[in-house]
DNA sequence: AATACATATGACAGGGGTGTCATATGCCTA
DNA sequence: TAGGCATATGACACCCCTGTCATATGTATT
């Protein structure tokens, strides 16, 4: 945790901290991100860094926060309405990331590095965060039990499909942003797995 | 491409400097490798490693054309039978990429790393290897014309369907090694494919 | 033996990085 | 005004890294 000298600092000084770890963070894996660049970009002394944080770690663990702070601020109003299954949802779901893209596409951005980083540091925050797939499974479940997919489909197996997918979209849309035919890509993907390759 | 004198060395010499190599771009990242790593490990001196390749990238690059050579080797044999069809070959694919991961372990390890390097050097080189993608396509196209798959399905997204899921079976088989319960994941996904999600 | 060439070596220059600490500055209070 | 506390600062110690270069050693040829 920051030391109690981060939340004191006057606003203007703790601006240019914030974003100067911002634009650090969302350019560099937390392990090749340097305090020296944040502490030159932020114009603060090395040794206040350090009266601030205990060390890079502590550092990066309050931007986390801060981001996850002003993400449920963005969507708590979004009450999902009730579900029209995993598919809809899927869509639905695409829809959300891509406003948080556009609204912080820094932010985004942390989160891609984040997954590419092997460091012991990293690799157990991402542990602890739960993936999309536990909410599809419980959706793909319900989905079995009001007919709309078949019984003898392994919800974890269908999941597993969607995520993978849906991850590979979510990077195309960040590189070239291009929603709307994202989208349409997602709903193809999606009839393909409603009705199969087979020809009937 | 490495100097004269590094083909001319003696080969308990070579052999301990290749192996030293391996060991670090198989553990670390080309940004996050070091030479002053492997040439520590492999008992050279500073000096020598410099009279054998002229910097990092070529020696990473005198690796990487090992590795392709001895692939080549390991697979030139392997004529494949008439494609079955895309899912079948979807699984073939699977089998012979399991052989190549117990034989070499490392190599693969070292492909793993090359897709989390987001340096000039190392994008350049993945952007030169062709993916899967490209022949799935084809299989796809075939498997249209001979009325395996429907016709109104995209190639190019279904290809990518399965480029995805199977990146992510080959993680789990390279992490886990259980081999038999992948490929019964692997069917199942096809057979998802096949037959899509809908109740009839 | 003398020369010439190939190869080996590690000290060195110059870059980057982290965390600490003695000291300086500002500010509030007695 | 003097003391005490919070905060600011950058020099410093110590670590990592790469690429070079003068020098040393080995080896073959005349």
Redesign the pocket.
Known sequence: MPK??FY??EKD?KDRLIEACLEEFSSYTFTD?????IIKNSD?????F???FE??EDCYMEILGMIAKEKYELFKDVVSDESHGVFDDYLNMLKQVRVWMEAQPRYYKIGLLMQKDDSDFIRKLNEKNPSMNDYFIYLIKKDQDKGFIRKDIDPYLLSEVLTSTSQKILLELFENKEYDLMIEKSKQIIHLLQNGTKVL
Chains 1, 2 share one sequence.
């Not at 603060?44 to 206040?48: A, D, L, Q, V, Y």
């Open positions: 109690q000298t004191n600092l000084k991100s340097s305090i020296n660049r603060i002394s090395r040794g206040s350090y009266q601030y060390n890079k």
